[in-house]
C-alpha cells in the first residue's frame, strides 16, 4: 500500500495520532477479548503506563475498544469492537501493520500527520513540513 | 446407580475410550510435553462442544495469540471465529495469575464473560505447576482453582505442561486434585515416532484403560485408536460360531475333499508356506470362490499394491476388478512401512463393520511380525484381536505366513506363536524331485475336524490357477500300523524289516 493511501486511511480513521495508538490497536487485532491489568498491558507493547492509558481512552473513545464497565477491578477485559462503523477501514490499516514493513510505513504516515487535539495527557510532537493529506470517503483497499 | 451425565468430547474415538465421555464438571487435567497435542486436544473438545452438541465454550490463552489459534484450527476444518461471531465461543488472553486469582472471585469479569454466552466447556491452554505463578503450595493452588471451576458448572479442560527435564511432573500434585487426568505422550518407535493417549484417571465412570494411540490429521483433528489389545464387547468373545454343517468353498480344486467339504464359517485358517509356494493364488482363489458365489469378501494386502494384486489374479483367470466393481471385493493395501498397529486394527475393524465380508484374507501374517516383532506381545494381541473380530462378524477367514523354511518345515510358525489361536493350518511346501521343485500341500490341523495330514500334490496353471492333484496311488499301499515302525517320535523313524511276533 502506498503512503498515500495510508494517510487516506488514517483521515478516515482519525483518532489515530501516535505509535502507542497503532501497537496497542495491534495487540488487541491480535488478542481481541483480553482480560490485563494495565501495567501487564503496558509490558506487552512497551510504552509507558501513561501513554498507555491515554491511547485506550483514545480507542475507547473513538469506538474501536470496549472495556468491562466495572472500572474499580483491578484487571480489565477489553474487548476490539469489529462492528464500528471505522471497523472497515482498521481492518484494511492493521492488515497493512501487521507486517513489520506496513507497521514502519504505518508509523512514518502518523509522524507526517498533523496533531490532533486531545482532553489531556501525552500528545505527539507535530512533524515540521508535514503536509495535510486531503480525506477521501471511499473505503481504500488493503 | 444411575448412569452419570455424561459430556461426549466428539473428538474421533476419544469418546469410546471414556465409554461415552466425561461426567459433566469434571476437571480434566491433560498433561504432555511440548508438541503432543494438548491443544489441538483441548481446541477440539471446546470446538466440538460448540458447533455439535449445542455447548458454548471459552478458551483461556496466556501466551498463543488468538488469531494464531484461529488460523491454526482452520487447518482442522474448524471455524473459531464464526463460532465467536455466532456467540458460542470466547477466546481470552489473560495471564496465569489473573486466571487463578479471577477464579476465586465472585464477580470476576472473566467468569461473567463465560456466562454471558451460557458456557458449558472451558479450555484453559499453557497451565504451567502452579508453584511456579503463586509460589504457593502447588496442589492447594489448584484446588483453589478446581473450586472456582466446580462453583462456575464447567466441564473444564486444562492443559498443563510438563517438560523432557522434569519427568516428575508426570505425577504432579495438580493429579490428586484433577477429576480426570489425560497422559499425552510422544515416543520414538525406531526411526518414527508414535503419538499415544492414556487416560490414567476418571472418577465418575469406567474408561478403558491402557496407552491407545492417536494421529492429529489435517482438515480432521485428532484421531484416537483404541489400544488393539482393549477387550471390546462381550459379544466379540462369544461371537466364534457354532455351527458344525456350513462349510465355505476354498476355491481350490481338490482341497475341499481334503477339508470335510470346506472351511467352517468363521473359522481361522493359516496357510504356511514359504514365498511363491502358493499362497497369494490360494488366497485370490478363496476370495473369487466368494465373488462366484456372490459373497463379500475383503482383502488385506500388506506385501504388494492393489494394481500388483489385480495383475496377479489376471495371470490365473480371475476377473478381481469386476468383482470390486460389483461391490463383492474389498481390495485394502496398507504399505507396511511405520505401521500405527492400532490405527491399522481400527481401519480393519470399521471396513468390516461398514462391509460386512463373509471371507477375508490377511496377505501376510508375516509382514505384521516384521513391522511388529514377531516375539512381542503386540504381534500375539494383535492376530488375537483380529481373530475375535472376524470371528464376532462371523467372516471366515484365511491369513498366509511365510515360512522361510525352503524345503521342508521344522516349525510351522517359527517364533510366530499364534498357531494355538487357529483353527486350522495348511502347508505349503516344495518338494524337489529330479530337477523340479514341486508343489505340496498338507492340512497340518482342522480344528472340530478329522483330517488325514497326507501331503498332496499341487499345480499351478497360468490362466487357471492351483488345484490339488488327486491321489491315486494312496489306495494300493498298505497302511502300516505303528507296530511297523520303531524311533516314531525321533523324527526319524525307521521301518522294521518285519514284523516280529506279537507281543503281549
Known sequence: MTPKRIGDLLDLIECLSCPCDLDLLLFFYRHPRAFLISERLAQYVGYDLPQVAQSLDTLITAGLLRRSPNATHPAQLYVLARGSPLGGWVSSLLRVAEKREGRLAVLQALKQRPPLRRSGGVESEPVAGAQPVTPTREVPNA | MPDPDLVKTGLKGLD?????GIPRGNIVLVTGTAGTGKTTLGVEFVYR???QFNEPGVIVLFEVASDKLIRDAALFGWDLGELERDGRLKLIFTTRQLFQQELQQADSPLLAEAAEIGARRLFVDGLVRLPEATGGDSRDAFHLLAEGLHRENLTAMLALESTFADPAAARAPEEFVADTIVRLSIEPVQRAVLRSLEVVKSRGHEYALGRHS??????????VYRRVQAPRSLERERGAAFDPTSRVATGIPGLDGLVNGGYFVASTTLVVGISGAGKSVM?????????RRGEKSLMVTLDEPPAQVLRNAHSIGIDLQSAIDKGLVHLWYEPPQEFEIDRHFAQIEAIVEDFRPRRAVIDSLSTYGSSLGAAERSFRDFFHAIVALMKEHQVTAVYNHENPEMLGMSSMMGEFKVSSLVDNIILMNWVELGDTFRHALTVAKMRAMPTSRTTHECEITNGQGMKVLPRPIR???????????FGLISRAPERRSTVGPEVP
Open chain 2, 49 to 51: 462442544g460448540a458447533r
Open chain 2, 283 to 291: 488366497a485370490l482363489q478363496f476370495i473369487a470362490e466368494g465373488a
Open chain 2, 16 to 20: 469410546e475410550i471414556l465409554f461415552g
Open chain 2, 475 to 485: 489306495a494300493a499301499l498298505p497302511v502300516v500300523p505303528f507296530a511297523g515302525y
Open chain 2, 214 to 223: 492417536f494421529r492429529i490429521v489435517n482438515g480432521q483433528g485428532l484421531e
